[in-house]
């Protein structure tokens, strides 16, 4: 049994549940993490990245249960207790979500062969750092206030800037709350709206790695890993979400740029002045 490995796996579950709904890319986060603390094969590591983030979006269910039924209830029977328009949300998440699965099951072998390495995740961190300090300055036209009102063609904006979060460092979370943003959306409904769109990508993302790759798990220590990662995952996710919505209703994004942006430095000049030799 191999202590520091466990204890590494708490570790990446923990960065896991900080950044995955917050702008600043949690795979970028996790590949960048298990780069320094020489974590696993390249193969598991690829696998524990995306499977990892099922414990966080189980926060999101956990947390957001009851909106949920209501949302999923209103999609079937058209009836909702709650909801104006009750197959509202349903619909909106439906249309935001086929963008993403048609260029992730197309490409997603692709990606993670080509582009799961530090260095490109150091520059899509500088360019979504950019890319909030645009938004955040822009001026804004309300169009809706909650996640339920978002329509099919915000819906379908959201969607296709969720494609550029396949790209490590882009950030999944960034991509659709700045995108959401952008396109007139306030700011807790595009982090609700974030948080719930996650739901099929993650979830779809994670099992099918799973189903496909899950032969790299050789031992039953291997799967102990992944599960510990994920529990870490769900139990701080489920604080971060808490606290996000609470953030997001009084300041903006600018310190996530901040972040992102002095991170891609300080990645690259490790890279470039200091020679240092990533794994990934």
Not at 263 to 280: P, S
């Amino acid at each position: 049994m191999d202590i520091i490995l466990f204890i590494q796996a708490v570790i990446m579950g923990i960065v896991e549940g900080i950044t995955e709904f917050l702008p600043i890319s949690s795979t970028g986060y996790l590949i960048l993490s298990a780069d320094i603390m020489g974590f696993w094969t390249k193969e598991k590591v690829d696998l524990f990245v995306v499977v990892v983030q099922l414990g966080a979006i189980l926060a999101v269910i956990y947390d957001y249960w009851g909106r949920l039924w209501q949302a999923l209830m209103g999609l079937i029977t058209g009836k909702s207790e709650t909801m104006a328009n009750p197959r509202q949300l349903g619909l909106s998440l439906i249309v935001a979500t086929i963008p993403v699965m048609i260029v992730g099951f197309t490409f997603a072998d692709q990606i993670k062969a080509y582009l799961f390495n530090p260095i490109v995740v150091a520059i899509m961190l500088i360019i979504g750092g950019l890319l909030i300090f645009y938004v955040e300055k822009r001026p804004k036209t309300i169009i809706a206030k909650e996640a339920e009102e978002v329509s099919f063609k915000t819906a379908l904006m959201i969607g296709l800037c969720q494609c550029l979060a396949l790209i490590p460092g882009t950030s999944r979370s960034g991509a659709t709350i700045i995108g959401a943003l952008w396109l007139g959306v306030s700011r807790k409904a595009s982090a609700e709206f974030s948080f719930f769109l996650g739901i099929p990508v993650i979830v779809g993302a994670g099992l099918l790695d799973l189903a496909k790759h899950h032969e790299v798990l050789a031992s039953s220590e291997d799967w102990l890993v992944l599960a510990i990662g994920t529990v870490a995952s769900f139990i701080v996710a489920l604080l971060c979400i808490r606290w996000l919505v609470a953030w997001v209703s009084r300041r903006d994004f600018t310190i996530f740029a901040w972040l992102r942006i002095v991170t891609g430095v300080i990645v690259l000049l490790a890279a470039w002045v200091f020679g240092y030799q990533f794994a990934g």
